[in-house]
């Protein structure tokens, strides 16, 4: 951190140099002496107003020095987003403005107060622009999201955001009190309404299952083409900086009735519900996000797979044995600490529900209710990456929706480093651990391009050339059956040849058909022009037909993503290879590969 700082002052002592020693004014030195004693002082004055957020100390996402949290288990030193340096040195997100998509934001909480816009945001429920939710118990949600990515710093209270200084605003398209269309209100927020025109990072900490009404899962060519323009089209034709929640199952997939994961899918652990079943997860102007854990490793709940972008925060459970015993050991690691609705009879921390040392007004760390230590999913990795997103934008307005995207990952840090690969019993992998692609760039479908740092993506932000001109090849297709074989060798393939492609890839979309009696037992694997592998759609997860397959059906999979090729050649052969790996050695094959599409965006 001391080298950016040093980087920035740089600057101004190389402009005065080119000054002429013999004509600069006998004040100049005593001048340039006075200005380094006020910075400083600035950064120390800055470094001890931070310090006066009192529950800052136990959000260890901010600066973890292993230090005692509301949880059983101690943070490991080190797993941080890089960011507390920056606030030293008076990065904090000031002028940018965070949309929080959600079931509502608590507009008068006093630690969110000051930072909320002057019109608030929009309340679907009644038409308003004070977005705080009628019933604060069902929908807190919003609130401890909003306080991850932007509780104002330095105030004398509770906690601060990861971008402390940022201005909110708050939409409730998924509150159980919105009225009318979901999807139409979640474009309201996205691009289309009045109160969203001057977002510049929409935070998206929601998302769709199987087994739950909901959104649409089939996105058709042309609604993938006018989503992208209207994404890109906001900021000014920079495109704000969409940033979303990978999905919470990995291990479950939870209704009213059941789980839908079989012990078959949780045993093999290739996880339930891949981050790409969501077709928004997919689209190219969002940035996908995992979780990870305090000690660095996939939070257990994280879903996994090619859309994900980059990794944040997510922790486990926060709870503490001496109030909730008898439970797995994974509930007792540390969650993330933040802003709860206000009342110590609704929300998260409440004296009915006593979890933790933070909980009830009884607590001795923090008795107002007003604070919850036990937020945790990748609704909390997702506005950690968006307070991040917007210290880059305060540090370099100028840069579009792909220079922060590509940014952010290329300034992530490798967590995990020795991540096994989910392998069959005859040693052929399902998921791999992480793969260099031949441009250089490690890549993982457990946290893609791994967590993000803040420190770093903010030097590279200050000094950053812009990607230029998008090139993009189309959705390019072909359609021939071949038949699914059981072995490497015996796989279907089907091949597209992509001429004058991007020279450096960003990412690829593609979509497939298939005709075949179990699809849950297939292993979908792109193949770019260099050789890299990525697989696409693990078998054994939970979705697909046949046997112990959850109520989605992918015979025909419009929307996949995969962020595997970054920086790779585009032109060449790609080659969507499918493996039928649950089928006996001497079966024959029980169906076929019949359509592939794909789409290359790049530079």
Known sequence: MDSFWSMRVLK?????????????????QPRRALLATLVTIAAINAAHAEQSDPLAGIQWHLLNTGQDVPADTLPV??????????????????????????????????????????????????GSNDPTPFDLNGNNHGTMVGGIAGAVGANNLGVRGVAPAATLKGFNPISNEAQGDTLSNIEYSWWDGAESEDIQVSNNSWGVRPGIPSLPLAYSQDTIAAYGKAMSGTRSGLGAIYVKAAGNNFNNVSTQLADLCTTDTKKRGTGCIPAGYDPRNNLFNVITVAAVRADGVRSSYSSTGSALWVSAFGGEYGWQRQYKPDWPAIYYDPAIATTDVTSCYVGSNK?????????????????????????????????????????????NPKL????????????????????????LADGRTLVPGWTVNAAGRAYSNWYGFGVVNAARAVQV???????????????????????????????ARLTFQVANGARNIESVQLGFRVNHSNTRQLQFVLVSPSGTRS???????????????????????????????????ATGTWTLEVTDVGQAANAASRGNLEFFKIRVLGH
């Open 12 to 28: 101004h002592n190389e402009r005065d140099s080119c000054m002429n020693a013999n004509s600069r004014p006998p004040f100049e």
């Open 77 to 126: 030193a080190g797993n941080d987003l890089n960011v507390d340096g920056l606030y030293r040195h008076g990065i904090r997100g000031q002028g940018v403005i965070i949309g929080i998509v959600d079931s509502g934001l608590q507009i008068a909480h006093p630690d969110l107060a000051a930072n909320v816009a002057t019109v608030a945001g929009k309340n679907f429920a009644n």
């Open 351 to 395: 004296n009915t529900k006593r979890e933790n040392s933070l909980d009830s007004n009884k607590s001795a760390i923090d008795s107002t209710c007003n604070y919850t230590a036990k937020m945790n999913g990748t609704s909390a990795a997702t506005p950690m990456v968006s307070g991040v997103a917007a210290l880059v934008l305060e540090t």
């Open 400 to 423: 579009s929706f792909r220079d922060v995207k590509y940014i952010l990952a290329t300034t992530a840090t490798r967590n995990d480093p020795n991540r096994a690969a989910v392998k």
């Open 461 to 491: 932000a200050e000094k950053f050339q812009s990607l230029g001109a998008l090139v993009d090849t189309g959705w390019r297709s072909t359609t021939r059956t071949v038949a699914i074989g059981n072995t490497s060798s015996a796989a």
């Open 535 to 569: 697989v696409v759609q693990p078998a054994f997860t939970a979705i697909g037909s046949g046997p112990n397959g959850v109520q989605r059906n992918f015979t025909n999979w419009d929307l996949l993503s995969s962020n595997a090729f970054l920086d790779e050649n």
